[in-house]
């Protein structure tokens, strides 16, 4: 177990549901994110937190809302969402450092994943 | 036609041999590397690291090697065991005034054979 846990591990839905990821960690960490793996492309980052702020969303369409209420707790709601949108979603969580503070190597730690088919 | 699925380069070994994984990375200013391993229904499971003032970096029978003139990483597996068959991914770091963000390879996937 990496300590970062993530529930549920299967999710089936229909595009017009309304369903949220979720991810906890018990690392101590202060960052959080959230990657999509699908059979097609490489493993792609979608939202950053640091400290319970988004700091990056990377062109992620708005059926997906990520939301971050503290630095243990990661939150993906999706809303109608597409069969492409079919894929294992990933959470992680890392030390980060501070803006500003020298830059820090800090590996992810990765939780099991929801594989998430869209019917 | 469309593509079914990512085509990922496979690796198959013999159980006892040595395996090497290979991973070409785009961004010459990369300072950080990491291995990962992902074994079917897990997450990416951290292997080992290293940073760009190395070259070579060995860990419990794996060693990674990081050649920053041609933006080459590789990582060896020494006595290849059944239980390490699974997708490597190589992901160098993208750094923001946090830290760093990963930007992960496509994955090779390795096979053991008995």
């Not at chain 1, 069969?83 to 979603?89: F, H, I, K, R, V």
């Not at chain 2, 041609?70 to 006595?79: D, F, P, R, T, Y």
């Amino acid at each position: 177990e990496t300590g970062v846990t993530q529930t549920p591990r299967h999710l089936v839905m229909g595009m017009t549901n309304k369903k949220s990821l979720k991810c906890e960690q018990h690392l101590g960490h202060n960052a959080m994110y959230w990657y999509k793996q699908s059979a097609k492309k490489p493993l792609e980052l979608m939202f950053v937190y640091n400290f319970k702020e988004q700091t990056e969303n990377n062109s992620v369409p708005s059926r997906f809302s990520p939301e971050c209420p503290n630095s243990s707790h990661l939150f993906l709601h999706l809303h109608t969402l597409q069969p492409e949108d079919s894929a294992l979603y990933l959470c992680a969580s890392s030390h980060r450092g501070l803006a500003g503070v020298p830059p820090s190597y800090n590996e992810q730690f990765f939780g099991p994943g929801t594989r998430l088919t869209v019917l | 036609g469309e593509s079914v699925g990512l085509h990922l380069p496979t690796l198959s070994v013999q159980e006892g041999d040595n395996s090497i994984i290979n991973c070409a990375y785009s961004n010459s200013a990369s300072d950080y590397f990491i291995w990962y391993k992902q074994e079917s229904g897990k997450g990416p499971q951290f292997i080992i690291d290293i940073r760009s003032n190395m070259d070579k970096r060995q860990g419990q029978r794996v060693t990674v090697l990081l050649n920053k003139t041609v933006k080459h990483l590789s990582l060896q597996i020494a006595a290849t065991q059944p239980g390490d068959s699974a997708v490597y991914f190589c992901a160098e770091a993208v750094r923001d005034n946090y830290g760093q963000n990963f930007v992960f390879g496509p994955g090779t996937r390795l096979s053991v054979l008995p």
